[in-house]
């Protein structure tokens, strides 16, 4: 019998079903995940509690900050900044920053270390009663605290690590970074797999800005990640539809029935890994999702922190929830108008805010 071609839908239910697994213990998400995005802004949750709601079961805002000290999890880098199993991170340690430090620097640096080392674990307030170093320009040109800038490379460069946060707060260590016998190449090659099953399948555009965000949290690694990225494009299982060459790993099927969708409604964050590459999103569905929490008021058109509306294998709106006066608010805007009206999108729109009301300990109005 001849193969059935593989079609975008089959690619659209497969990148659904795959990532938005059977929720499971906070642990497990994050092993299966590999990397889970992290956002300051609540509207109404932090990215990393709204991505992590849908996957954790009976998970409540916050479980992760609370959680986090017991957890072999890492705040730190990859294609931006999250949270990453702790395993990850000998793919990226020792990470050689693009910008060298001065002596002066360097020499701040070493101080701080030996304090954090002697004392354990600390407060930047701690740190700052012991060597402050005044205020320093900041990459917007204004001001910000030179020794809190300077903690902030020191966590990059592998120096430091988050402890725990106090009241959204970092609390810093003293890092320490097994050896990894692997060579260069061999994590270059790790570092594009590891993106690429969190985020398949992709188009092959997608993988590249991926590869090339990977100089984020793995700058020494350039060259042996173009090498990888140039591999994966010969090798990895793809088709191509309409013009546009799709892959995903090697050993899945996009058009295997395990891919299966079911009714629930959900609100994704804007950095869910469903919804993370703006490209396949418009691909998939057919219309531009923007994150319009940076653009001017009088200009956005979907909202300040518009969650996608994913139900059915597509994506009906978006959805904008704020907390007001203790109670979770919600407004919606539907791609369709018409959609609105379909009673079984409506109950299934009620069953997920009820979720969401779980998840926040929040009523709804």
Known sequence: MPVRPITLADLRRYAIARSLFTP??????????????????RAPARAQDLTLRLRVKDYRAGDLERRYAKLAVEEDCLVNYGFLPREHLQLMHPRVAKRSWDAETQGHAEAILNFVSARGPSHPRDIQAHINLGSTRNAWGGNSNATTHLLDGMHYRGLLRVHQREAGQRIYAAAEHPEDERSPQA???????????????LPSRSLGVLCSLLGYGAPQLGSEIKRSLSQARATLPGTEIDGVRWLWPAGEDPAAKRWRLDDELRLLAPFDPVVWDRLRFELFWGWAYRFEAYTPAPKRKLGYYALPMLWRGQMVGWANLSVLSGSLQAQFGFVEPAAQQDRDLQIALGAELARMSAFMGLPVT
């Open 187 to 201: 994590k270059a090659d790790a570092l594009l797999h590891l993106v690429l099953a969190k985020y398949s399948p």
């Open 24 to 41: 499971t213990t906070l642990p497990a998400a994050i092993k299966r995940l590999g990397f889970v995005q992290a956002d300051p802004i």
